[in-house]
């Protein structure tokens, strides 16, 4: 076993994350707008429905958020389920109707909405 391998098992996917300060994420986000132009998207709206939805399939422990361009040409986010080890959930293993085991895409989101304010001002 190598040692990125090995690294790679030792991360704990479900504890990834941290409150912060309302000023470091200002600064942070400041610190962003500075370097990149302000005339791209920087910040998007994630409604509860779907991140709850994503959390709530079985194995799920976090959710990965990868920059995308949609079909419009414009920058998004696609946003998926994680299992304890880091692998995107993109199939589930369920019980059909007839009782029998079958195979479904698991939950893959996008479709954000710029925030309502510009909350760090």
């Given at each position: 076993m190598n040692?990125?391998?090995?690294?790679?098992?030792?991360v704990n996917y479900q504890t990834a994350g941290e409150e912060i300060t309302h000023e470091l994420a200002a600064k942070m986000i400041k610190?962003?707008?500075e370097k990149h132009s302000y005339e791209e998207t920087h910040t998007y709206t994630i409604g509860k429905n779907i991140i709850?939805?994503?959390?709530?399939?079985?194995?799920?422990?976090?959710?990965?958020?990868?920059d995308a361009i949609n079909e419009f040409g414009n920058k998004t986010l696609v946003y998926v389920g994680i299992d304890?080890?880091?692998?995107?959930?993109t199939e589930l293993t369920t019980?059909?109707?007839?009782?029998?085991?079958?195979?479904?895409?698991?939950?893959?989101?996008?479709r954000l909405?710029?925030?309502?304010?510009?909350w760090f001002d």
């Open positions: 040692k990125e391998s090995l690294v790679k098992e030792q610190n962003h707008h709850e939805a994503i959390l709530a399939q079985p194995g799920c422990v976090g959710i990965a958020f990868n304890a080890k880091g692998k995107g959930i019980v059909n109707d007839h009782g029998k085991l079958a195979v479904t895409h698991g939950m893959i989101g996008d909405l710029p925030p309502p304010t510009s």
